[in-house]
């Protein structure tokens, strides 16, 4: 008897946080991944308490847990790709950092995206210690970095409305993240309007290695969504885990998400769940 035919898929090392209504952290990084045809090895970094609409507790794993769940998987699998969700604490940031140190160390051009969940949509807290101060360690080690207008906001340090994203961008930057994606979804008006700064994101006959800027315009859909930002993160990391070029992985996974978003269904009133 033959033995079946096996085919192997590319894994993504996956960071993030328990929740248990599905719709966001490790449940929905899992999901997006393997819809980009990867495999999702996934680390807990917290516990919560949640439901599609709330944050109700945030439990942080011993960073200790955190490394021996990371190294077991290290020791037997090639990474292609990581993607960092919550960290839960400043603790637990600096042992990531740690872990994407050492892999870099074999694969200098490892992926990393960074989505940097500093609290729910509703405003509630997802970590124990300062979220924004917390992910400093893991911008200078930060491939793609996913934040929304609120989160570039903070991370950069600025006030509300003091610096546009291009400047927000610049600073992110300047702390060693070599693309910025700057999703729209928590503005005004009748579109989504991302923007991709780093290398190659200027003209097509612009230089590479040089910094610019590409939009993306995504007519804005009715409703609010649990796990949006997860999505498109994992999708990312997908991506290049596959090994698509940034750009051809930042418009992949950009319509993944828009489709994922556009056939929502409901568990529950409230934040409607992606279909990925």
């Given at each position: 008897?033959?033995?079946?035919?096996?085919?192997?898929?590319?894994?993504?090392?996956?960071?993030?946080?328990?929740?248990?209504?599905?719709?966001?952290?490790?449940?929905?990084d899992?999901?997006?991944?393997?819809?980009?045809?990867a495999?999702?090895?996934?680390?807990?970094?917290a516990?919560?308490?949640?439901?599609?609409?709330?944050?109700?507790?945030?439990?942080p794993?011993?960073?200790?847990?955190?490394?021996?769940?990371?190294?077991?998987?290290?020791?037997?699998?090639?990474?292609?790709?990581v993607?960092?969700?919550?960290?839960?604490?400043?603790?637990?940031?600096?042992?990531i950092?740690?872990?994407?140190?050492?892999?870099?160390?074999?694969q200098?051009?490892?992926?990393?995206?960074?989505?940097?969940?500093?609290?729910?949509?509703?405003?509630?807290?997802?970590?124990?210690?300062?979220?924004?101060?917390?992910?400093?360690?893991?911008l200078?080690?930060?491939?793609?970095?996913?934040?929304?207008?609120?989160?570039?906001?903070?991370?950069?340090?600025?006030?509300?409305?003091?610096?546009?994203?291009?400047?927000?961008?610049?600073?992110?930057?300047?702390?060693?993240?070599?693309?910025?994606?700057?999703?729209?979804?928590?503005g005004?008006?009748?579109?989504?309007?991302n923007?991709?700064?780093?290398?190659?994101?200027?003209?097509?006959?612009?230089?590479?290695?040089?910094?610019?800027?590409?939009?993306?315009?995504?007519?804005?859909?009715d409703?609010?969504?649990?796990?949006?930002?997860?999505?498109?993160?994992?999708?990312?990391?997908?991506?290049?885990?596959?090994?698509?070029?940034?750009?051809?992985?930042?418009?992949?996974a950009?319509?993944?998400?828009y489709a994922?978003?556009?056939?929502?269904?409901?568990?529950?009133?409230?934040?409607?769940?992606?279909?990925?």
């Amino acid at each position: 008897m033959t033995a079946p035919a096996t085919s192997s898929r590319p894994c993504v090392l996956v960071f993030a946080g328990l929740d248990p209504s599905g719709g966001a952290g490790i449940v929905a990084d899992a999901q997006a991944v393997a819809a980009q045809g990867a495999h999702a090895l996934t680390v807990a970094t917290a516990l919560t308490a949640q439901d599609n609409d709330r944050v109700y507790g945030v439990w942080p794993v011993d960073p200790e847990l955190l490394l021996r769940q990371a190294q077991a998987l290290i020791d037997k699998m090639h990474i292609g790709a990581v993607k960092i969700g919550i960290t839960g604490s400043a603790a637990n940031a600096q042992m990531i950092a740690q872990v994407i140190a050492g892999l870099r160390r074999r694969q200098p051009e490892l992926p990393v995206v960074l989505d940097p969940v500093l609290a729910s949509g509703h405003g509630d807290l997802l970590s124990r210690d300062d979220a924004a101060q917390a992910l400093s360690p893991l911008l200078p080690l930060t491939t793609v970095l996913t934040p929304n207008g609120p989160e570039a906001l903070a991370l950069a340090g600025a006030r509300p409305h003091a610096a546009p994203s291009d400047a927000q961008a610049q600073i992110l930057r300047a702390r060693g993240c070599r693309h910025v994606l700057i999703t729209g979804g928590h503005g005004d008006g009748n579109e989504v309007v991302n923007r991709w700064f780093g290398p190659g994101a200027g003209p097509a006959f612009a230089d590479p290695a040089a910094s610019g800027q590409r939009v993306w315009r995504w007519m804005r859909l009715d409703g609010a969504f649990h796990g949006s930002g997860c999505t498109l993160a994992s999708a990312i990391a997908g991506q290049l885990a596959l090994g698509l070029p940034t750009a051809a992985a930042l418009e992949q996974a950009q319509h993944y998400v828009y489709a994922a978003l556009r056939d929502a269904y409901t568990v529950a009133p409230g934040q409607r769940i992606p279909l990925r």
